[in-house]
């Protein structure tokens, strides 16, 4: 993938918090009656999942495939071609990603490809490689599909002319950087010892997408044209138009933009499949990790074979659901883990099937593998029962129903079709797996589970230690040891002949956004309920919100409010953790909670014919929760290990130091994270959290907002019976203090030091004079999405694209109840850290100054964000998030739908002035994560001051 994100540390610790599953206990409380309704059967809800499409293939062998939904106007444009990182021959790992990555750079009649789709309103635009494929997308308002088919027909044609040597050694740069991003994460080498285990070398899938160093070094501008020659033919290439689009508008755009592309070779197919381990194997990788990490590892069957719809029913069983067998015996019952999954990532020719259990500190490792081995062992004896199949296939089938609501991205409409096409010969092949799932008996996922994973297992440990080995020279093809030098990579390639020229076609009008009508109330204790109705898929999202967040903790202790929000789903009075999970599983529903800095949440998504069950649920967790003792002390062991995740990450580690650096003595100073210290997790009590609950969860602190597939008529009477009878205590809500004062912002430097780190991670951030709620700072937006809030942004194409020596730089202006934060991101290569920080430098400070905003980026600013509006209110979620942000920054409900009228009004010079104010490079304070004796020579020649830290200690270290 060639776009850059910000790590999922923060994420995959939000996991170790939420992801434990219930334990069958000896007592269970009665069920309430609520429980007798009957949710829908899977049956029920295949015959809810259904994408109409139509399939046509010109004389060149592209096939299209067309899907209408009229919902709003835009299309998404989605292309898979038949060809992945299997496909690569020794010495080139990883090419075809970073071919992925030059197909962005411009083509014959293209000069930027990323330019004029942003101009016209496109989001995503963007690219991913996989071992099966590699594919394109974008969702562009209906007015810009000729443009976006023009410009995919144009790549596709005559990408060659524009291929230069300068552009694939910045490409190389980038791909290198996002590998020593992903390698720089804790447990980040353990998926390249995985494929070493299962494969054998040569094998198509034992080599990593991203590639080996040495390949990436070794690859010429002759390899880039032989791979274009040979895999991007129009007869290797599934396109899929889905939206506002139907088979009589699309075929006569197929047909001119890419009707005279001649075709290509055929794609030769790859010989590949499962592989049976002669005999178990075992690996030990000591790497910079809060807590050992056991994994089993089988290699199973490619997604066309009749057992992998039972595989993912039985790795689901086993390790995906709350309340899977892994969870119920490890983390809740014998409590020897702080997290645990399994899964079947299923491709085309085979899959990995996968356990993976995070030891709680302090455990022997003998004796968690033992229990591990056993919950293994007696899955495969004993099968799953009945209720576990359905519970499984009913979630999974919710969640495919959520995904009909996108027409395209990666995992939309036009993916879906594209990959039955892609892997089965059939766009519908997901409605014969969702079919056969549906039809899944306990027998059968036994018979699956037992085949597949009775045989020789690989074990994988990741322990707890210095790192020892260097992901440079993993993920290639295995034997590369003695292996000359590539010769010279610079040879001059020859010329080529000149592309026919081509016109892009105008962009046509794009309507008005228009989001779905708001609809407000009150409940009879005094809670606000708003709803906005949108009936495209039959299913609903409401969020309760408390006027808490991580900020209220300033008042408590640091992690109480996330802690105490973690145990909610624990336990009540009436329904213990087993009995929870499993009603919002056989439910299709699903309840989470979690907290902003501002904001404590309970969010339930849930199929619209079991919404009164399902809310009913949703009302026990918050109401009458029951903090038991050994939940509490559970949960806590829980977040302590997802402290020392974040602990160990690079990106985390840095903005935790960031925050406390330029809050000072402000809430907002308090980890954003909400996990507080190891030492006031340690002193959290039950009745601490008891307390925290009846002071922050009250109903004049809440605000209940729904989108969905629901009326007010049907919605009120429900919330009312839910939560009608909820009063507010006696006593006045409480109030944070955010408007305490913030330290005075001064220019320095915090470097932690994290020894042998590939990557520096470079923060950077200062206190802005605003707050979420001061009005008119939309200039301040534009002007940050100029300078970094933006692929195009001048941080982002000086040091990725032009440099190459990031995955990815950017700015964030935070729009918080209170202060608002100016904050930069940018993981580097580490012998460019002080070289990375001038440029932020100077990029920033010529903003008006010396560098303008130019006609380019204005119209891209405006112009082309209101042209993205439609899309980025395509789904349910997006509504919900954009509904719930009016309201907590007091701005008006239709604050987006004026929003173009807004942008049309502000011009280059305010967008300056916003600039010249706001986002100057002084003051900053820099928080570098990165290998000391590597960087600090560095960043003492910049000349600020400078301080030097240590990292945190480990889990181990903190028990």
Not at 73 to 81: D, G, K, N, Q, W
Not at 824 to 837: K, S, W, Y
């Amino acid at each position: 993938m060639r776009s850059f994100s910000v790590s999922s540390v923060t994420a995959l610790a939000v996991i170790l918090l939420f992801c434990a599953g219930p334990a069958t206990f000896a007592a269970s409380p009665p069920v309430p009656e609520t429980q007798a309704v009957q949710p829908a059967t899977p049956q029920e809800l295949v015959r809810q999942v259904d994408i109409p499409y139509e399939k046509f293939v010109l004389p060149n062998g592209l096939t299209t495939i067309v899907h209408t939904d009229r919902k709003a106007p835009i299309v998404a444009v989605t292309l898979y071609y038949k060809v992945g990182s299997k496909n690569e021959p020794r010495a080139r790992t990883g090419f075809a990603h970073l071919y992925e990555h030059l197909f962005f750079g411009g083509s014959a009649n293209v000069p930027s490809f990323d330019i004029p789709l942003e101009a016209a309103g496109s989001t995503p635009t963007n690219g991913s490689t996989w071992y099966d494929r590699t594919n394109y997308i974008e969702t562009v308002p209906t007015g810009a599909l000729d443009l976006a088919l023009f410009m995919e027909s144009d790549r596709m044609g005559w990408l060659l002319p524009a291929v230069t040597q300068d552009k694939l050694d910045k490409q190389r740069g980038v791909v290198q950087n996002e590998k020593r991003q992903g390698d720089n994460q804790p447990y980040g080498l353990a998926e390249y010892a995985v494929s070493e285990g299962l494969f054998p070398v040569g094998h198509p899938y034992r080599h990593s997408t991203i590639g080996s160093m040495a390949d990436l070094d070794a690859a010429t501008l002759g390899d880039v044209r032989k791979w274009f020659a040979d895999h991007y033919g129009p007869n290797n290439v599934v396109l899929v138009l889905s939206g506002d689009i139907d088979v009589a508008a699309a075929r006569p755009k197929v047909e001119k933009w890419f009707g005279t592309i001649p075709r290509g070779p055929e794609v030769q197919p790859v010989a590949a499949g499962p592989v049976t381990l002669s005999a178990p194997l075992s690996r030990d990788m000591t790497d910079r990790v809060p807590v050992l990490r056991l994994s089993r590892e089988w290699s199973g069957p490619g997604l066309n074979d009749v057992d992998a719809p039972a595989l993912e029913i039985g790795m689901r069983i086993l390790g995906g659901l709350a309340s899977s067998r892994l969870d119920n015996a490890l983390v809740r019952g014998s409590e020897l883990a702080v997290s645990v999954t399994a899964s079947a990532q299923i491709y085309q020719q085979v899959s990995v099937l996968e356990a993976t259990m995070a030891v709680k500190p302090g455990v022997e490792r003998t004796k968690a593998e033992a229990a591990f081995d056993k919950v293994l062992a007696d899955f495969i004896t004993q099968g799953p029962t009945q209720d576990e199949v359905q519970r499984a296939v009913v979630s999974t089938l919710s969640g495919e129903i959520g995904g009909l609501e996108r027409v395209g991205g990666f995992d939309g409409k036009g993916a879906t079709l594209a990959e039955g096409e892609v892997y089965s010969h059939d766009p519908a092949k997901y409605k014969r797996d969702l079919a056969a799932m549906a039809a899944l008996t306990p027998a059968q996922v036994q018979t699956a589970v037992r085949k597949w994973l009775s045989r020789p297992v690989y074990k994988l440990a990741v322990v707890p230690g210095e790192r020892t080995e260097s992901g440079n020279g993993m993920g290639g093809w295995g034997n590369e040891a003695g292996r000359p030098a590539p010769a010279d990579t610079h040879v001059k390639a020859p010329p080529l002949a000149a592309a026919p020229k081509r016109t892009a076609p105008p962009v046509a009008p794009v309507p008005d956004l228009k989001l779905p009508a708001i609809e407000r109330t009150t409940l009879s204790n005094g809670i606000p309920v708003t709803l906005a109705r949108r009936t495209a898929v039959p299913k609903l999202t409401l969020a309760i919100d408390f006027d808490a967040g991580h900020a209220a903790d300033a008042l408590d202790t640091p992690g109480t409010q996330q802690l105490m929000l973690s145990t909610l789903e624990e336990g009540t009075t009436s329904r213990n953790a087993t009995q929870i999970a499993e009603e919002e599983e056989r439910l299709g529903a699903a309840i989470s909670m979690d907290a902003s800095v501002d904001t404590s949440s309970v969010v339930m998504s849930a199929l619209t014919a079991n919404l009164e069950p399902s809310l009913a649920l949703t009302a026990d967790l918050v109401l009458h929760p029951a903090f038991a003792d050994a939940d509490v002390a559970r949960v806590k062991g829980q977040a302590l290990a997802a402290l020392a995740q974040v602990q160990s990450s690079p990106n985390e580690l840095a903005q935790r130091a960031l925050e406390a650096e330029v809050f000072g003595s402000h809430p907002y100073a308090l980890p954003s994270d909400g996990l507080g210290s190891a030492e006031t997790l340690k002193a959290l009590t039950p009745a601490a959290l008891h307390a925290a609950h009846d002071k922050w969860l009250r109903p004049d602190l809440a605000r209940i907002t729904v989108v969905g597939d629901v009326t007010m008529d049907q919605l009120k009477p429900l919330l009312e019976k839910a939560f009608g009878n909820w009063k507010a205590p006696a006593s006045a809500a409480p109030a944070k203090p955010i408007t305490a004062p913030v330290p005075p912002a001064r220019s320095r430097i915090v470097l932690i030091d994290r020894p042998n780190s590939p990557q520096s991670v470079i923060v950077a951030g200062r206190v802005l004079p605003l707050t979420g709620r001061t009005r008119g700072t939309e200039p301040l937006t534009l002007a940050n999405n100029v300078v970094g809030n933006d692929f195009l942004s001048r941080l982002n194409l000086d040091i990725r694209e032009e440099k190459g020596w990031s995955y990815g730089v950017r700015s964030n202006v935070s729009q918080a109840t209170g202060p608002c934060l100016l904050q930069l991101h940018a993981p580097v290569q580490a012998d460019r850290t002080a070289d990375a920080i001038r440029a932020m430098i100077a990029d920033m400070a010529a903003f008006p100054q010396t560098r303008p905003v130019t006609p380019e980026e204005l119209q891209r600013v405006t112009e082309g964000a209101i042209r993205a509006l439609p899309n980025a209110f395509e789904t349910n979620e997006a509504v919900l998030a954009a509904i719930r942000k009016n309201d907590r920054l007091g701005r008006p409900e239709n604050y987006y739908e004026q929003l173009a009228t807004t942008y049309r009004a502000i011009d280059a010079q305010a967008i300056g002035a916003a600039a010249r104010q706001y986002l100057q490079p002084t003051d900053l304070t820099y928080i570098v994560v990165g290998d000391r004796k590597i960087v600090e020579p560095q960043l003492r020649a910049l000349g600020m001051p400078l301080e030097v830290r240590e990292a945190p200690a480990g889990a181990e270290d903190q028990e």
